[in-house]
């Protein structure tokens, strides 16, 4: 049982980022989404939050992680050619999000109109778009530290190798 243990190791930092990056577009997704169904509710300021909200919120989060993680190979790339990378892994990030958010929500329709709800939020929301906008390039800037590390350890396990 002690060996076990002994075989576990800390993620590195580059790993921590990563999680970070995940968390923080899977809470700016589940805002988008609460946003999105408070604005089509057309409520006041003061509502009740009851069980279609809390779904619509963890769709958003669900559909914000699955859509990083399918986006993750458009991130992380470096120079000019890698910021062009970025730029439409955030545009694919946004639109496999919303699809896969609007179909856990409503599966028919809401297929159809995520992205549109998802636009739609974003042009009514300008801080809420800048904060989706960054975190996207943050989740770009962690990949690129993630990627440079793994090249990293490569490099030193070549080194160590060759004098072996």
């Given at each position: 049982m002690r060996q076990n243990f002994?075989?576990?190791r800390l993620p590195s930092r580059g790993e921590r980022n990563i999680a970070f990056a995940y968390v923080?577009?899977?809470?700016?997704?589940?805002l988008i989404a609460f946003?999105?169904?408070?604005?089509?509710?057309?409520?006041?300021?003061f509502f009740d939050i009851g069980l279609y909200e809390a779904w619509v919120?963890?769709?958003g989060a669900c559909g914000a992680v699955l859509a990083l993680k399918a986006s993750s190979r458009f991130m992380g790339q470096v120079?000019?050619?890698g910021f062009a990378s970025a730029l439409w892994g955030a545009l694919y990030l946004s639109l496999v999000g919303s699809l896969?958010?609007?179909?856990?929500?409503?599966p028919v329709y809401g297929t159809m109109f995520g992205p549109f709800t998802l636009a739609i939020t974003l042009i009514g929301a300008p801080i809420l778009?800048?904060?989706?906008?960054?975190?996207?390039?943050?989740a770009h800037l962690t990949f690129v530290a993630y990627r440079e590390e793994l090249r990293h350890e490569e490099r030193l396990t070549r080194l160590h190798s060759a004098r072996t």
């Open positions: 002994r075989k576990l923080l577009l899977a809470v700016l997704g589940a946003v999105s169904v408070i604005r089509l509710r057309n409520v006041g300021p919120s963890l769709a120079g000019a050619k896969v958010a609007g179909t856990l929500v409503l778009a800048a904060a989706w906008v960054s975190a996207v390039m943050l």
